[in-house]
């Protein structure tokens, strides 16, 4: 692995701790959270569209593919339950131990699906990270103010932070160094998991979650702008 791929592959886990310290610093404005969650939805949406669904479709291995798919939905039900049980099994508690539990899992997933990027080829790799990045900057920022409403110190809410970007990051370097090389059927099936998975974020997670700070007709035209980005960025590349 070059040093270049490596960088590309922690650009994510670079936000989430960028997201980390300015949360545990200030909260921003929700207007402009839900800028952020539309625009990175946009971009996430146009990387599947552009990038992965195509990618799955062309490797001419349907099973594999629709297997991938069906496992990529079953796992993110499984991951809200679980999730949704671990938040209620800390409420209360001095540190929301179920959240970062919760917020572990999903990064462990969304390091795999960049790393099964990556190994598929770098143009789905950077597509994927241009995708996870905003949506881990601003999963750090809801990390930082969940466990910053409890009084924890700001070094705390730092070092839970950093130790997400370190879950997320070693999770992207692990799929990639054990799919890199591996047949196309196992390949396929883990970006068709990835694409349910982006899919399962972006209409169950970023727009929800957008949706509950209001809306104005400038912070929808993100999504769509978003979306653009990409579509100009594949068109002229």
């Known amino acids: 692995m070059n040093t270049q791929l490596l960088a590309l592959m922690l650009i994510p886990s670079v936000a989430v701790i960028a997201a980390g310290i300015i949360g545990a610093l200030a909260s921003l404005p929700t207007v402009w959270r839900s800028a952020v969650q539309h625009f990175a939805a946009g971009i996430v949406f146009a990387a599947i569209a552009t990038e992965i669904v195509p990618g799955v479709m062309h490797a001419g291995i349907p099973g594999a593919a629709l297997a991938g798919f069906a496992a990529g939905v079953a796992a993110m039900f499984a991951m809200r339950s679980l999730a949704a049980r671990l938040e209620r099994g800390s409420e209360g508690k001095a540190f929301p131990l179920g959240f970062v539990a919760a917020?572990?899992?999903?990064?462990?997933?969304?390091?795999?699906?960049?790393?099964t990027g990556f190994a598929a080829g770098a143009r789905e790799g950077v597509l994927i990270v241009a995708a996870l990045a905003l949506e881990m900057f601003f999963l750090g920022l809801t990390a930082a103010?969940?466990?910053?409403?409890?009084?924890?110190?700001?070094?705390r809410v730092v070092a839970v932070c950093v130790g997400l970007a370190l879950v997320l990051g070693a999770s992207a370097l692990i799929g990639y160094s054990l799919l890199v090389g591996a047949p196309a059927a196992i390949v396929t099936t883990l970006l068709a998991f990835g694409c349910a998975a982006l899919l399962y974020l972006v209409t169950e997670e970023l727009l929800v979650r957008a949706h509950e700070h209001g809306e104005t007709t400038?912070?929808?035209s993100l999504f769509f702008l978003g979306f653009m980005?990409?579509?100009?960025?594949?068109?002229?590349?």
């Open 103 to 115: 917020v572990s899992i999903d990064c462990v997933i969304d390091g795999i699906v960049i790393g």
């Open 145 to 155: 103010d969940t466990i910053r409403a409890t009084g924890a110190r700001i070094t």
């Open 218 to 220: 400038l912070v929808t």
């Open 229 to 237: 980005a990409i579509l100009a960025a594949e068109l002229l590349s």
